[in-house]
């Protein structure tokens, strides 16, 4: 893009729309700005290569660890660790500002830190599971995001902590992992919330959108504890949170790419409402002998924060005129109203939903035809097949019915993304 305006800039000026005082300074914008942004490709090999680096050192030690005496086991524990933390030194005082030596010595770090842990559990046969392991590891690599300003360690960090709550939540119940996960969410808010400031359009950022919505969604399971079925309108709630989220990020940060937030606001709803269009799904959750009410679970509490949350940045956005016009926000109150008209009346449930999942397959082909989305386009129609393929399980249809619809939203799907290719070139 800068070459681009660059070139253009002799014509302007010949045209009489700038002069050449104002090129001059827009020349030595781009010379600033391309002296203080860092190589990418250099940069992708600084990852790449510290990340084999700490492998490789790993694997040696590891090929003759057995020919070691426990001695120089322990000193071979530790010496990773020695080394990334004077390179992390040297980085701080010597290399500030400077990103290759930043990500790449954090990685290191990162690695030495989880290679010295285990070794030394190994060497003394210190009793602990892999959730310890994962928990320490992720604690003491907390602050390498924030003293080398790097984001690989954040992006690290993240998928440690979500491995460890998942570990601990989900394999190894005895273990408390929440109040330790959301901890560690909000040690690593501040550093993720000034890097999409800072730089929004960034690789970095776009991974962090994608994978901190991924690891809420992941984890958020392991709070279930007594009342599953409440689960669900907990995660609804979670879903259309997260869609807000991202649209709250897309207002003061326009150049994010918020697919994390997106994949999570419609396709993770649009799941859950498949699972239910089947009437069994219905049966399975209420059906179930459960002593104590349902509004005595953590679950329930964990669904009314999420919907008042929810809500409150809904009217928040609405009040700051940022774009909430997508219908998938109002998906919430429906499958509350559909999840407690199912403790009644499972079937009307059932058919509440299949209607819904209609309609919003729908309206959003339409929605995706008026703004020339192709992706919205094929959501819609995603929608409409994964219908077609669940009733084509419950439903005693004729076959030859079956592959006739089949055949219509196959062609419904050429046809679509044809059309809206044409009709963006045109």
């Given at each position: 893009m800068s070459k681009h305006i660059l070139s253009a800039l002799p014509e302007l000026i010949e045209a009489g729309l700038i002069s050449p005082a104002t090129a001059d300074e827009i020349v030595a914008y781009y010379e600033k700005k391309r002296d203080h942004s860092p190589n990418k490709i250099l940069l992708a090999f600084a990852i790449f290569g510290a990340l084999l680096t700490g492998l490789g050192i790993i694997l040696i030690i590891a090929h003759n660890w057995d020919n070691f005496s426990q001695m120089t086991k322990t000193i071979f524990a530790f010496l990773p660790l020695v080394i990334g933390q004077v390179v992390a030194g040297f980085t701080i005082l010597r290399k500030s500002g400077n990103m290759v030596w930043q990500e790449a010595s954090a990685i290191f770090l990162t690695l030495s830190i989880g290679a010295s842990i285990s070794l030394v559990s190994q060497i003394y046969n210190l009793l602990g599971d892999l959730s310890s392991f994962l928990f320490w590891w992720t604690l003491l690599s907390l602050p390498l995001m924030y003293l080398l300003r790097?984001?690989?360690?954040?992006?690290?960090?993240?998928?440690?902590?979500?491995?460890?709550?998942?570990?601990?939540?989900?394999?190894?119940?005895?273990?408390?992992?929440?109040?330790?996960?959301?901890?560690?969410?909000?040690?690593?808010?501040?550093?993720?919330?000034?890097?999409?400031?800072?730089?929004?359009?960034?690789?970095?950022?776009?991974?962090?959108?994608?994978?901190?919505?991924?690891?809420?969604?992941?984890?958020?399971?392991?709070?279930?504890?007594?009342?599953?079925?409440?689960?669900?309108?907990?995660?609804m709630s979670l879903f259309g949170l997260l869609h807000l989220l991202g649209m709250w990020i897309k207002s003061w940060s326009p150049e994010s790419n918020i697919s994390g937030y997106q994949m999570a606001g419609k396709l993770g709803p649009l799941g859950l409402l498949m699972w239910f269009s089947f009437y069994s799904s219905w049966g399975e959750l209420h059906f179930r002998n459960n002593p104590e009410p349902f509004w005595m679970g953590v679950e329930f509490f964990w669904f009314l924060g999420l919907s008042i949350l929810f809500i409150a940045l809904q009217l928040w956005l609405q009040r700051q005129k940022a774009e909430v016009s997508s219908h998938f926000h109002l998906l919430p109150f429906a499958f509350a109203l559909f999840f407690f008209i199912s403790m009644v009346h499972p079937f009307v449930s059932t058919v509440l939903v299949n209607l819904l999942l209609l309609g919003i397959g729908i309206a959003t082909v339409v929605e995706g035809s008026q703004k020339n989305s192709i992706a919205t386009l094929n959501i819609g129609m995603l929608t409409l097949t994964g219908l077609l393929i669940c009733r084509f399980f419950d439903l005693k249809i004729d076959f030859v019915v079956r592959g006739i619809l089949f055949i219509i939203v196959g062609v419904g799907f050429f046809l679509g993304n044809y059309w809206m290719i044409k009709k963006k070139k045109s």
């Open positions: 790097s984001s690989m360690a954040s992006l690290l960090f993240w998928c440690g902590a979500a491995y460890y709550a998942a570990q601990a939540g989900y394999f190894e119940r005895g273990h408390s992992a929440s109040p330790w996960y959301w901890l560690f969410v909000l040690a690593a808010l501040p550093y993720y919330y000034q890097l999409s400031k800072r730089a929004g359009a960034s690789n970095f950022a776009n991974f962090h959108h994608l994978v901190v919505p991924i690891s809420l969604v992941i984890v958020f399971g392991t709070e279930s504890h007594h009342h599953s079925s409440i689960m669900f309108l907990a995660y």
